[in-house]
Each structure stands twice: as structure tokens, then as C-alpha cells.
């Protein structure tokens, strides 16, 4: 079974503050994904990254994707309160399982 | 948004009793998913749909069974409810598998078992 594992579980900063949450796994997984979910809603997609090493920027969010396929971490610049939400990563593996796992996800609180 | 819908979204029902929750989708994606949330453990996933009738086991499938007779629509059915299945229910669905492309989430079903 893949696990993922994320850090840290939760998360209180500042307005204007910087962060990073880590999401990692000794497994090799061929893609990764990150969701944002608000309270009473299902999660929505951030960001996909497929290669090792990549980085992808989404506004102030800078995703990364480990060399080796096996972790991931997600920066959060100057957070705003609009960014308050459970952040989950996902993997999709090289197994025949079709389906993402999912990490236990962060979550994040920005106080004004 | 796409479309996925999941019913009831809120139900409570006594221990014992058989409970079937609802995904419909409109998007004519091949898979569906059903996973649960509860604190600390992120999504994890019940059971899959890649196909009508096509279905497999996830990571926590014990007391749980689906069914998928037309691609629209996917059932969970909670066979007899137990206290430890009070979660919360999420249908995902995505065209083509788990492989670098969106997965679309309902909204959730909030289920307590008393």
C-alpha cells in the first residue's frame, strides 16, 4: 500500500507570513496532485506535477515535485486569509490501483 | 463546476440498519470514486468504479459494497451500519483514471450511525 504522508498536520500563521507543507512517501508515484478543500465542500484541484524536479507556480503557491518521484511540497507566500483551508496531496502510482491516494493533509489558518 | 451530485447530504440512521448513499454524475466519466474523511486520516477510498459493472476494492471496503449499472450513477451501500462508518462521504469522478488528470469531487454526504 502507498502511503502519503503530510506535515505539518496543522498550521496558524499570520497574515503576510510564509509557509511550506510537505508531503512525502517512500513509494514512487507517476504523478502527484495538490486540492484545497474549504469547509462543506469536496476538494478542488490546485496543481498537477508529473516530472521529478518540477515546479510549477500558481500566484504566491510554488509547488514542487521531488526528484525522485517520492515527495512533494507546496510554498505558500505572504498567506492571506483567503488561503485558510485543508490542503491535500494526492499520488496516482505505478501499481495497477487506479485510483489517488491521498495524504492526511494540512491544515492551515490565516489570521488577519 | 462539474457535474456531480451526491444524495442525501446529510442523513443520520441507526446502528444495524442498511444505508445506500447516491453519486450521479453528467460528464460521462469512466471512473468513480467513493472515499470517507474523517479527522486525521485525510480521503481514504472505499471502493472504485472504472467502467459500468466494473468495480474494485479500496483500502477500508469492509462493510461496504457498490454497484454501477449505468455510468452516471454509482451506489454505496453500507450493509449494516455501525457508529465507526458516522463520516463523512465524498464521490469523486475523473475522465480517465488517477494519472495526471482532475478529479471532480461532490460535495459530500454527512452520515451519522446512532
Known amino acids: 500500500t502507498q502511503l502519503l504522508e503530510q506535515s505539518p498536520q496543522f498550521l496558524s500563521i499570520q497574515e503576510g507570513e510564509n509557509l511550506t507543507v510537505y508531503c512525502n512517501s517512500s513509494?514512487?508515484?507517476?504523478?502527484l496532485q495538490w486540492y484545497r478543500q474549504e469547509p462543506g465542500e469536496g476538494p478542488v484541484l490546485l496543481v498537477t506535477v508529473v516530472t521529478g524536479g518540477e515546479v510549477k507556480k500558481l500566484k504566491r503557491l510554488t509547488f514542487q515535485f521531488g526528484d525522485a518521484r517520492k515527495d512533494s511540497s507546496l510554498h505558500i507566500t505572504a498567506a492571506q486569509p483567503g488561503d485558510t483551508g485543508l490542503y491535500l496531496c494526492?499520488?496516482?502510482?505505478?501499481?495497477?490501483?487506479?485510483?489517488?491516494?491521498f495524504g492526511s493533509g494540512t491544515r492551515l489558518q490565516v489570521q488577519p | 463546476d462539474a457535474g456531480i451530485t451526491q444524495s442525501p447530504r446529510h442523513k443520520v440512521t441507526e446502528t444495524g440498519t442498511p444505508v445506500t448513499l447516491r453519486c450521479h454524475q453528467t460528464?460521462?466519466?469512466?471512473?468513480m470514486y467513493w472515499y470517507r474523511q474523517d479527522p486525521g486520516h485525510g480521503l481514504r477510498l472505499i471502493h472504485y468504479?472504472?467502467?459500468?459493472?466494473?468495480?474494485d476494492k479500496g483500502e477500508v471496503s469492509d462493510g461496504y459494497s457498490v454497484s454501477r449499472s449505468k455510468t452516471e450513477d454509482f451506489l454505496l451501500t453500507l450493509e449494516s451500519a455501525t457508529s465507526s462508518q458516522t463520516s463523512v462521504y465524498f464521490c469523486?469522478?475523473?475522465?480517465?483514471?488517477?494519472?495526471?488528470?482532475?478529479?471532480?469531487f461532490g460535495q459530500g454526504t454527512r452520515l451519522t450511525v446512532v
Open positions: 460528464e460521462n466519466h469512466r471512473y
Open positions: 513509494s514512487v508515484f507517476s504523478s
Open positions: 494526492a499520488g496516482a502510482g505505478d501499481t495497477g490501483r487506479r485510483a489517488l491516494t
Open positions: 468504479s472504472y467502467g459500468v459493472k466494473d468495480t
Open positions: 469523486a469522478i475523473s475522465e480517465t483514471g488517477p494519472w495526471g488528470t482532475e478529479a471532480f
